[in-house]
Each structure stands twice: as C-alpha cells, then as structure tokens.
C-alpha cells in the first residue's frame, strides 16, 4: 500500500484514530484491578517506552522527515507532556501529571485527530505521530485508572496561568531566537486543524494567537468538566 497525501476524511485515518485512542483508555483500564506489583510494571514498562519513543524521534525526524536539528527537538507540547507523563509514572510527582492531564490530552488528542504531517497511513511519519501522540494519552489515563489520579479546579487556573505568563513567553522568544515554531506560537501548522479557522500570522505578529489562547482555554476546561459534574454530584 503507498502512502497518499493525508486527509483528515481518509477512512484509514479515522479507523486509526479510533484505534489509538481506544486502545490509549482500555489498556490502563483493564488493568486497574491488577496487583499492585503488575500495576507497577505497566506503568514502569509504559514510562520506558515513552522516554525511548522521545529521545529516539529526534532521530527519526531529521534521517526520515527532513527536519532539521534545531526543528526536531522534543520540545513542543506534546513532547514536553510525553516527558511530563514518562516521570509522573515513576515519581508520582503531581504537577507533572497535571500539565500531561491538560496540555498531554488535549494535544495529544488534536495530534491524532489532526496531525500535522503530508503523507498518510501507511507512511512512517503517520505513524509515528499517532504511536506517540497515543502514548501520552495512554500514561494520562494509567495514572487516572491505576494511580487514582486526578487534577482539581485550582490546579486548571494555576495551569493556564503558568502557562501564559511563563512558558508561552520562553517559547515564543526562544523561537524567534532560534527561528523554530515550537508550541506554534509563530506559525500555524502543517495541514488542516482547529487553526485555520483563527487570523493569519504576520512576522513578528503572532495574530492566531487571538483565536488560539480562547480555544486552548477553552478545550483544556472542558477536560475538567466530567470531574466538575462528579464532585456536584457528591455534594
């Protein structure tokens, strides 16, 4: 099968996405009743995976995709909610859950939806983005069914505050230094998504961004709002 130009209407493509993500929600849910000792080997084993899948696809990018070596960092989002994840499972340290919980799924969840690539299913560049972006869905919700963690409503303000205030700014100056587009604060991605509904940038005048922070505030407060309902209904 040679690979085509991706399109998001490809029933390759939306047979995939229900593949990954469904298999991302019950792997960790059918084995939230496990032993402990099992419990702690998945999510070793996962966190293993993870780091491995980050720090080889730098690789992959620049020998398969052409990127070049400053484009091909593990930095964006969803690269820094993939390493997030890989250390909650073996720390437990919470604010690392947190950011993969937020900025890890609903990322994650537009890169398999949406992803930024050219060609589509078979190619290796497709699958690799829906393999890894799957794996910070999968970590997520092995901390949530197996690790019984959750995030709370100060933990979203505190978030988007953090998020706002001081990473965006890093990212974005460090992107004009470096000529980069990490986080995509200086162009829109490759493809079609969620962006191309928003303003068009300009150099040195990131106009999407007046669409992007609404709709980032927006789907990540959505992610919260099953627990919302939960804890109103235990009042």
């Known amino acids: 099968m040679t690979p085509e130009p991706f399109s998001l209407l490809d029933p390759w493509h939306l047979l995939n996405v229900v593949f990954f993500i469904s298999a991302?929600?019950?792997l960790p849910f059918a084995f939230r009743n496990a032993s402990e000792k099992i419990k702690v080997y998945f999510r070793y084993l996962l966190a293993?995976?993870?780091?491995?899948?980050?720090?080889?696809?730098?690789?992959?990018?620049?020998?398969?995709?052409?990127?070049d070596w400053w484009d091909a960092m593990p930095i964006h989002m969803c690269g820094?909610?993939?390493w997030c994840i890989a250390f909650?499972?073996?720390?437990?340290?919470?604010?690392?859950?947190?950011?993969?919980?937020?900025?890890?799924l609903a990322g994650g969840g537009m890169s398999i939806l949406t992803p930024d690539i050219v060609l589509g299913f078979p190619a290796l560049e497709y699958?690799?983005?829906?393999?890894?972006?799957?794996?910070?869905?999968m970590g997520v919700f092995t901390a949530?069914?197996?690790m019984n963690e959750r995030p709370f409503l100060n933990d979203y303000f505190y978030?988007?505050?953090?998020?706002?205030?001081?990473f965006l700014p890093v990212v974005y100056?460090?992107?004009?230094?470096?000529?980069?587009?990490y986080w995509f604060v200086v162009e829109k991605p490759y493809g079609d998504n969620l962006m191309n509904f928003f303003p068009d940038p300009l150099p040195g005048k990131p106009y999407h961004f007046l669409g992007l922070i609404p709709a980032a505030y927006a789907i990540t407060f959505l992610l919260y709002i099953p627990y919302l309902l939960k804890d109103k209904n235990a009042q």
């Open 88 to 104: 909650y499972l073996i720390t437990k340290y919470r604010p690392l859950f947190i950011f993969a919980f937020f900025w890890g």
């Open 144 to 146: 949530i069914f197996q």
């Open 127 to 137: 699958l690799d983005t829906m393999w890894g972006h799957s794996l910070i869905l």
């Open 48 to 67: 293993m995976i993870i780091l491995i899948h980050e720090t080889t696809n730098p690789v992959f990018k620049i020998t398969e995709r052409g990127f």
């Open 173 to 181: 100056l460090f992107n004009i230094y470096f000529g980069t587009n």
């Open 159 to 166: 978030l988007m505050v953090m998020t706002t205030f001081i």
């Open 80 to 82: 820094f909610s993939s």
């Open 24 to 26: 991302a929600i019950y």
